[in-house]
């Protein structure tokens, strides 16, 4: 505990130790800048570069799930998994994703870096592989749609492999 608390001492920009915030008990929020010691914890808010960058992202965002959606070998992914067909699919997948899902993501405004969107459409491509066996018609098509999703990535220069 002491050489945790020298080493949070070591990379802090100040000393000073604040109350708790009560605001949360309450039910309330509080904006980051209105946190007492988080300006000078030396946190900045976003420029109006980042955040441009994020809406930039989103349009990208958007565009390849809507060509995802439209591509034929998206229609096993276009809906969560009903039980009435996959009675057992939420026993084996924990964390469904699917094409539908990733849409109302996208329009609350979800997805604030690459990184989430593509763990997100890669999920729903794990998930089918887990779930299907490889001969099925559901594992061709994620490995068809996985392979499209790539290269639209690489179009929009949004590929980190």
Excluded at 4 to 16: A, D, E, I, N
Excluded at 80 to 97: R, S, T
Excluded at 117 to 138: G, H, K, P, Q, W
Aim: charged fraction near 25%; include cysteine; hydrophobic fraction near 30%.
């Amino acid at each position: 505990k002491q050489w945790y608390q020298r080493r949070v001492r070591g990379q802090s920009k100040t000393s000073k130790v604040y109350p708790g915030i009560t605001a949360f008990k309450k039910g309330g929020r509080i904006a980051i800048e209105d946190i007492p010691g988080v300006l000078e914890s030396g946190w900045t808010p976003r420029t109006e570069r980042e955040e441009e960058n994020s809406g930039v992202n989103q349009k990208h965002f958007t565009a390849i799930w809507i060509k995802l959606k439209a591509h034929s070998s998206a229609w096993p992914f276009l809906e969560p998994v009903k039980p009435e067909i996959a009675p057992d699919y939420y026993q084996h997948i924990k964390y469904p994703c699917d094409l539908q899902t990733i849409g109302e993501k996208l329009s609350q405004g979800y997805y604030r870096t690459r990184k989430m969107f593509v763990a997100d459409v890669s999920r729903m491509f794990n998930n089918c592989r887990l779930y299907n066996d490889i001969s099925t018609e559901y594992y061709k098509c994620a490995a068809v749609l996985q392979k499209y999703f790539i290269n639209e990535l690489k179009e929009a220069n949004l590929y980190d492999p």
